[in-house]
Structure formats: C-alpha cells, structure tokens
C-alpha cells in the first residue's frame, strides 16, 4: 500500500523547486549579461558622431604612455549655473562625476 505524503512534504518540495529555479535563472541572466559586456559588438559603431544626434561636440584623443592613442568626443555642459560635468566610459562602467 502507498502511504500518503503530508502537505509538509509537498511545501518542502514547492520551496526546494522554486529556489533551484530561482538560482538557474538568475545564472542564466549573469551569463548573458557577461557575454553581452564581454564580446564586442556586431555591428559598425564607428561611424556615427554626437553631431548625428544634435550635439556640439569636439573630436579629441589620449595618449598614453605605452604609445596607445583612444579617441573620443568631447561634449561641453549646457548648463547656465557653471555646473561641470564629466562621463567617462570603461568596458564594463559607466563612471559618472559631478562637481557643482
């Protein structure tokens, strides 16, 4: 005869399912989103400027001491009260510091 497993079982059970399920999910979206930063993009990013989008904006580069040159824009705040503001840009962050 089969003995019949109490509503305790059937909670303990529901609870283990749902942690387990829980965690693979929240692996899977650390996965993606590691692969997402990781890899580079697909497509052309090159070839669009600030000035595409509206902006004033001023090409500038960076060179190191090791001889490596990075290249970016320069966008001036437009802002009335003297306010500087300043975004820089790192594979994984985006690092933003505001002096007012």
Request: aromatic fraction near 16%.
């Amino acid at each position: 005869m089969r003995t019949r497993r109490n509503w305790a079982y059937w909670l303990r059970l529901l609870t283990f399912g749902l942690v387990v399920g829980a965690l693979m999910f929240f692996l899977g979206v650390n996965l993606v989103w590691v692969e997402a930063v990781v890899r580079p993009a697909h497509r052309a990013i090159c070839c669009q400027t600030p000035a595409d989008l509206g902006y004033v904006y001023e090409a500038v580069t960076l060179t190191g001491g090791d001889g490596l040159t990075l290249a970016g824009w320069y966008l001036p705040a437009r802002t009335a009260r003297g306010h500087h503001f300043a975004v820089f840009f790192a594979p994984a962050f985006v690092f933003a510091f505001a002096r007012l």
